[in-house]
């Protein structure tokens, strides 16, 4: 999905002169996607979720984006922004990725996964993804191997720390959003799941639109 996204923004937004699209942040582009589904099709957005009382999916419908929280970047942001680690007394400074980490990351866990000579447990990507986000390590800026070294012996505590101060610090559309089951009458609040729909509503005829198409930006 994140190819046929980057293909339609791509083509279909207009960046600054010499703007480079992998330097967009990951949290941009759906800020981006997300409004030009809605000018394309409209704001609804229906998905699929399960509530935990019955196996039975149910449908819901949501405002794309208006019914997401939108974090904007604290005034004066910058990178790297530091956090100190309880534990280790470190201090790392971090910052926000952007698409060319996300390509990074991509390659680096099918890597990973080439490699490995029996099955992996969890994302092999994960320790991959914190050292990206590291910029410097108690003010100097460090090589790679530093930067893993560094997440791969974290304690949980500062762990959950820097993962804490990182979502504190991203901006973008919040993923999160209440439903109610039908069921058991429950509010819940769930992560956005994406499927085909969010590129071709049903059609109140029934029928489906095709995926994002010129005419609509023409
Ligand atoms: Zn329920």
């Given amino acids: 999905m994140t190819l046929l996204i980057d293909s339609i923004l791509k083509t279909r937004a207009f960046f600054p002169e010499g703007f480079v699209y992998e330097s967009l942040l990951v949290t941009d582009r759906f800020f981006l996607i997300a409004n030009v589904r809605a000018i394309s099709f409209g704001e609804e957005y229906a998905f699929q979720w399960r509530c935990p ?8 419908v949501c405002k794309l984006p208006s019914d997401l929280k939108l974090f904007k970047l604290a005034e004066g942001f910058h990178e790297p922004f530091e956090v100190k680690l309880p534990k280790c007394g470190s201090t790392v400074g971090l910052r926000l990725l952007r698409i060319s980490d996300e390509k990074a990351i991509d390659t ?88 085909a729909e969010f590129f071709r509503p049903e059609s109140p005829d029934g029928g489906s639109e095709t995926a994002v198409s010129a005419k609509h930006f023409e």
């Fill in 53 to 60: 009382c019955t196996q039975k999916a149910q449908r819901s």
């Fill in 108 to 195: 680096y866990r099918q890597q990973m996964m080439d490699r490995a000579t029996e099955p992996l447990l969890g994302d092999p990507g994960y320790l991959f993804k914190m050292a990206r986000r590291i910029a410097t390590i108690d003010g100097a800026e460090v090589g790679l191997e530093k930067k893993l070294a560094l997440v791969t012996d974290l304690l949980s505590v500062d762990s959950i720390k820097m993962q804490k101060e990182y979502e504190d610090n991203e901006s973008g559309l919040s993923l999160n959003i209440e439903v109610k089951c039908r069921n058991c009458g429950q509010e819940r609040e769930i992560t956005l799941p994406f499927s």
